[in-house]
C-alpha cells in the first residue's frame, strides 16, 4: 500500500515540534555509529539516514507526550512553547501519535533490506516501549522523593540501606526512560553499518552508559542552568519532587557518577582505537555541557 499524504493541518503541528532547535543527540549517535563500523569511505547511509529520522520521530513525541499538563505539565520546550500549548491539548496528543506511527511506517517502507528493517523496528520498539522509555516514564510520574521515602519507611524493618533502595529505584527510572533510547540510537546505528556481535555489544554498552550520564548532567543542569540556556522550564523537577540524582545523592555525587559514566563510555570503545575518537568527544562533551 503507497503512503497516505498527511494532512496540511497535522503537517504544520509535526513541522512545527521536529523542526524546532534541539540537539538531535539521538539521530546524530545512529549515523556516527554507523559510520564507525561500516566500509571505509562508503558515504552516507541511507538505512542510518531513514534510522535516525526515525528516532527523532519517537524521541519528539516523547517530549510533546511528557509536556502535557496530564504528565510534567510545561510551557516550554527546545526555546519555544511546547506544542499544546502553540496548538492546544487534543492537537498535541494526536500530533505525538502520528509521530510514534510514522516512525515505524518509514523503517517499514524505506529500509531496503526486510532482515534490517525488522531488526531496527525490533530495537526501536523495545527501547521505547513498555519495557524501556513508558516503563521509565511512568516510574517517574509514580514515584516522587517523598513516595519513596514513604514507602521505605514503612518497611524499614526489612530494608539495611534505605538511601540504596532510592537509588536502586532511580537508577531504573533513568535507565528507561532515557539509557535505553541512546543504546537503540548506537544498537541502530551498528545494524545500518553492518556491525559483527562484538562491534554491536560494545556500542550497546556505550549508548547506555552515555544515556545514563546524559540524564544525570540534564538532572544537574535543571538545578543550575536557567531557563534560556536550557530552552525549557528550569527548576521544575525540584518543583514537582521528582525523583533526581541531585535530589537523592546530592550536585557532588550527581557529577560524580556523570564523571564515573562518561569514563565507562569511552571505556566501551577501547576495540575500536582512533577511529571511535567523534564517539569519545561526544560522552566528554555531554558530560560538560551547560545546556
Same mark, same amino acid.
Given at each position: 500500500m503507497a503512503?497516505?499524504?498527511i494532512d496540511s493541518e497535522l503537517k504544520e503541528v509535526l513541522c512545527y515540534t521536529l523542526e524546532a532547535p534541539g540537539k538531535r543527540i539521538r539521530s546524530a549517535l545512529v549515523l556516527w555509529c554507523c559510520e564507525l563500523v561500516g566500509p571505509p569511505k562508503a558515504g552516507m547511509n541511507r538505512n542510518a539516514e531513514i534510522?535516525?529520522?526515525?528516532?527523532?520521530?519517537?524521541?519528539?513525541?516523547?517530549?510533546?507526550?511528557?509536556?502535557?499538563?496530564?504528565?510534567?505539565?510545561?510551557d516550554l520546550r527546545r526555546g519555544q512553547p511546547t506544542c499544546h500549548k502553540a496548538f492546544d491539548e487534543a492537537t498535541a496528543i494526536l500530533a505525538g501519535d502520528a509521530l510514534l506511527t510514522l516512525a515505524f511506517e518509514i523503517?517499514?517502507?524505506?529500509?531496503?533490506?526486510?532482515?534490517?528493517?525488522?531488526k531496527l523496528i525490533d530495537e526501536l520498539a523495545s527501547a521505547a516501549g513498555s519495557?524501556?522509555?513508558i516503563a521509565g516514564q511512568l516510574a517517574d510520574m509514580k514515584f516522587t522523593i517523598d513516595d519513596l521515602?514513604?514507602? =521505605? &519507611? +514503612? @518497611?524499614?524493618?526489612? $530494608?539495611?540501606?534505605? %538511601?540504596?533502595? =532510592? &537509588? +536502586? @529505584?532511580?537508577?531504573? $527510572?533513568?535507565?528507561? %526512560?532515557?539509557?535505553?533510547?541512546?543504546?537503540?540510537?548506537?544498537?541502530?546505528?551498528?545494524?545500518?553499518?553492518?556491525?559483527?556481535?562484538?562491534?554491536?555489544?560494545?556500542?550497546?554498552?556505550?549508548?547506555?552508559?552515555?544515556?545514563?550520564?546524559?540524564?544525570?548532567?540534564?538532572?544537574i543542569l535543571d538545578v543550575c542552568a536557567s531557563s534560556e540556556q536550557?530552552?525549557?522550564?528550569?527548576?521544575?523537577?525540584?518543583?514537582?519532587?521528582?525523583?533526581?540524582?541531585?535530589?537523592?545523592?546530592?550536585?557532588?555525587?550527581?557529577?560524580?557518577?556523570?564523571?564515573?559514566?562518561?569514563?565507562?563510555?569511552?571505556?566501551?570503545l577501547e576495540p575500536f582505537g582512533p577511529k571511535a575518537d567523534a564517539l569519545r568527544k561526544l560522552a566528554i562533551a555531554l558530560l560538560e555541557r551547560t545546556k
Open positions: 503512503s497516505q499524504p534510522a535516525a529520522a526515525a528516532m527523532e520521530m519517537v524521541h519528539t513525541y516523547s517530549l510533546v507526550h511528557d509536556d502535557l499538563p496530564a504528565m510534567d505539565n510545561d523503517l517499514a517502507r524505506e529500509i531496503d533490506k526486510p532482515a534490517i528493517a525488522v519495557g524501556g522509555m521515602r514513604l514507602t =521505605i &519507611e +514503612n @518497611q524499614k524493618s526489612k $530494608i539495611r540501606n534505605r %538511601k540504596s533502595e =532510592i &537509588e +536502586n @529505584q532511580l537508577e531504573y $527510572i533513568h535507565i528507561n %526512560k532515557t539509557a535505553k533510547m541512546f543504546r537503540c540510537a548506537a544498537a541502530m546505528g551498528a545494524i545500518c553499518g553492518g556491525a559483527n556481535e562484538s562491534q554491536y555489544n560494545c556500542l550497546c554498552e556505550y549508548g547506555l552508559k552515555l544515556g545514563l550520564g546524559f540524564q544525570i548532567a540534564d538532572d536550557l530552552g525549557k522550564t528550569s527548576g521544575k523537577d525540584a518543583r514537582a519532587a521528582k525523583c533526581t540524582y541531585p535530589a537523592v545523592v546530592g550536585l557532588e555525587k550527581s557529577r560524580q557518577l556523570a564523571k564515573k559514566l562518561a569514563d565507562e563510555a569511552v571505556a566501551a
